[in-house]
């Protein structure tokens, strides 16, 4: 893997692969000592243009976890126009020996620029490009559905200390909830949970579902209490994007007391999904708006646990990029040489 750009450069075997090394990275930081050898020597950019705080954090602590030099670049407030910026910007940082460069861009597509216009040639991470893509996201959110449910609905994690190792999400059923419209993380997650055999549903208000969603591997519905009536494995809710929506709200919801009342998980909603369900949101949340704060600190919610399978994902994803070790001998085991230089 050279870059990962959208969760459709993932086919299955190479999202399996990422998963696996995930699992077996997340073991390696059950450990006291959690530093790996693996990326010495090499240099990791972080280039937000947009504002993030898991996203950011969690590539810099997995690249540190893997030994690698970090470099945060927080390029927000350029008054450069974008495109010159953005390639002034990473020549800049190439000239500095990066060797990898997580991008976050408020316009879509900046990462493929990066990647494909021959301005660099360093690895290039799309950390959530515009309203497009976010596949480290989807990465992390496949992971830790896996981590909850084996193929059947059955909550597995913690029964062995299994890892979750192998295969896809056959026969889970997803629902995804909210600003269908303006989310990357949405567009990665029906991309690569369909590509792991999971069935999708979005569910949003008419004015928060794009037009086009038809040719997506997914249903669709306007009806939240008719899809969770449905029994959904895993249930994903997506942060109202009020920064996406203009001056005074744009008109997309009339009022928040309405939209939580059709579209926001609450206590009493959760009372009626099986028992065996989760439930997500990639952060930041707005506790009141798309989840209420009984349903964000629920028995059922496993959203700081994405956070942590954040690092994990990433550092698969870091290591896949830049020692492009093949499946297999993804990750150092524990007693391996690389594991034991974690002690050095
Ligand atoms: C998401 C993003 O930035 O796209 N958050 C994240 O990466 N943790 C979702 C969001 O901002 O709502």
Known sequence: MRHLLSAAD???????????TAAQM????????????????????????EDSTRTRISFETAAKRLSADVINFAAK???????????????????????AVVIRHPASGAPHSLAHCGWVDTSVINAGDGTHQHPTQALLDAFTIRRHLSPG????????????????????????????????????????????????????PPTLVPIGVEAWPCQTSYDLDGVLAT????????????????????GFFPSPAEYMHLYGLDA??????????????????NRGLEISADAADSPRS??????????????AVLYLVLAGVP???AAPAAGSADAKGAAR
């Open 231 to 250: 029994g959904p494995d895993a249930v994903m809710m997506l942060r109202v994007q009020r920064e996406r929506m203009g001056a005074g709200g744009g």
């Open 26 to 49: 997340a073991a390696t930081q059950a450990r006291e000592i959690k530093k790996l050898p693996t990326l010495r020597g090499k240099t990791v950019v972080n280039l937000f243009f």
């Open 327 to 329: 499946t297999g001998d």
């Open 302 to 315: 496993v959203i700081v646990e994405q956070v942590a399978n954040g690092v994990a994902v990433r550092m």
């Open 77 to 99: 407030g350029s008054s450069v126009s974008k495109g010159e910026s953005l390639k002034d910007t990473a020549q800049t940082l190439q000239a500095m020996g990066a060797d």
């Open 153 to 204: 609905g059955v909550r597995r994690v913690g029964a062995d200390g299994d890892q979750g190792v192998g295969g896809g999400l056959d026969g889970l059923r997803v629902a995804i909830v909210g600003d269908i419209l303006h989310s990357r993380v949405v567009r990665s997650n029906v991309q690569l949970l369909t590509t792991l055999g999971a069935e999708v549903t979005l569910v949003g």
């Open 10 to 20: 993932l086919d299955r075997p190479t999202a399996i692969q990422v998963l696996d």
């Open 268 to 285: 009493r909603r959760i009372a009626r999904l099986p028992e065996h369900s989760i439930v997500m949101h990639p952060g930041p949340m």
